[in-house]
């Protein structure tokens, strides 16, 4: 049954259409999420009564189609952690550049950790080959004048064609726990801060982001110095946005800087205004305290604490096996989460003792 007080309001549509859809939704047996797929059956028909162009309709269509099969593609590994490396498709594979993508792929797949890729020539192919066919995933996108996706790809299977940059790069980032830029043009550009922006604005979990270079490249460290001495004195970034990101020409501390972000952290969730962290273990008393006199300041009122279970999260079920810390965190603070995460990472109680902070 589906329970129509949660379906949007969308009052351009008639009741009958309406009705349709959740006569089609039960129909066809659909008892998980019913709501939401009724809402997009409903989404579809308001498209029709809205009389929009053949080009938006396509557009609409296409896109929902891609997002379908992309899911089916990364459905059978949600259990899997999983890191995005971006670059050049024109990165040739005699260069150090191409060697270090391969290698840090390669060192993380043996970590048990799956590597997702645009699918194409040059770094992303560099990536698939080192992590191997069936540790990666490929996403490409449909260009007219480019080569096709990698065979390192393609051959495994795990690969998926977009036309759209759009849901191309929502697959990129939606699944992955970890992000490695390796040097590129335009597109790993836009691709790296759109990731940035996504973890700036708290519209994507916190997850570690390595900007890889050779030995002795100045790529990734020209931009950083265009953050420190442009970005931040003209005041359009904070002055601790870009510590979020590690610089780097070293693979394993690239491959630990991904690893380790997940060393005590494992997720967290919003309930109303307050914040809940999960871990792996269970920090002391003093080791709270110490947190509160580091991050305090970002709190709106009251301080850190340790926590059972929300009465929400029982409800869904959702890691109530895991210790948690619940604080009333500023959300305009949401940028500098980083900071507070790698501080519990770094804890004498977290798995594998103590490690030293970045």
């Keep these: 049954m589906v329970d129509r007080s949660l379906i949007s309001d969308q009052a351009s549509i008639p009741d009958q259409a309406a009705e349709t859809a959740t006569r089609l939704v039960t129909e066809a047996g659909i008892t998980a999420n019913a709501d939401l797929v009724a809402r997009i059956l409903e989404t579809g028909l308001g498209l029709g009564t809205d009389a929009p162009t053949r080009l938006d309709l396509k557009i609409a269509s296409a896109a929902l189609t891609e997002m379908r099969a992309a899911f089916r593609l990364f459905a059978p590994y949600q259990g899997v952690p999983k890191v995005t490396i971006f670059g050049s498709a024109r990165t040739r594979p005699d260069t150090l550049l191409y060697r270090a993508a391969a290698d840090t792929a390669t060192t993380l797949s043996r970590r048990g950790w799956m590597v997702v890729t645009g699918a194409g020539p040059g770094i992303m192919q560099a990536a698939a080959e080192g ?10 996108i449909r260009l007219p004048f480019e080569e096709s996706p990698s065979a390192a790809t393609v051959e495994s299977g795990n690969h998926v064609a977009m036309k759209y940059f759009f849901t191309r790069k929502l697959m990129l980032v939606k699944e992955s726990r970890g992000f490695v830029f390796v040097p590129g043009g335009f597109g790993t550009l836009d691709e790296m801060f759109e990731v940035l922006t996504l973890q700036q604005t708290g519209k994507a979990e916190p997850a570690p982001i390595v900007l890889l270079d050779s030995p002795d490249g100045t790529f990734w460290a020209g931009l950083r ?42 997720s967290l969730r919003w309930v109303g205004r307050r914040l809940v962290l999960r871990l792996r273990a269970e920090p002391t008393p003093a080791e709270v305290d110490d947190l509160n006199d580091r991050f305090g300041h970002l709190l709106t009122k009251g301080r850190i604490v340790r926590s059972a279970p929300l009465a ?15 604080m009333t965190y500023d959300p305009r603070q949401v940028g500098s989460l980083h900071r507070l995460i790698r501080a519990v990472n770094t804890l004498p109680s977290s798995p594998g003792g103590p490690a030293t902070s970045e």
């Design 312 to 326: 929400q999260e029982a409800g869904d079920n959702d890691r109530v096996d895991l210790p948690r810390l619940l």
């Design 225 to 266: 110095r265009f953050a420190r001495e442009a970005m931040i004195p003209a005041g359009v970034i904070s002055a601790d946005d870009f510590d979020r990101v590690l610089v780097t020409d070293s693979v394993p501390a690239a491959a630990d800087e991904i690893t380790g972000f997940w060393r005590n952290y494992d």
């Design 131 to 140: 992590a191997g066919r069936e540790r990666s995933l490929g996403v490409s």
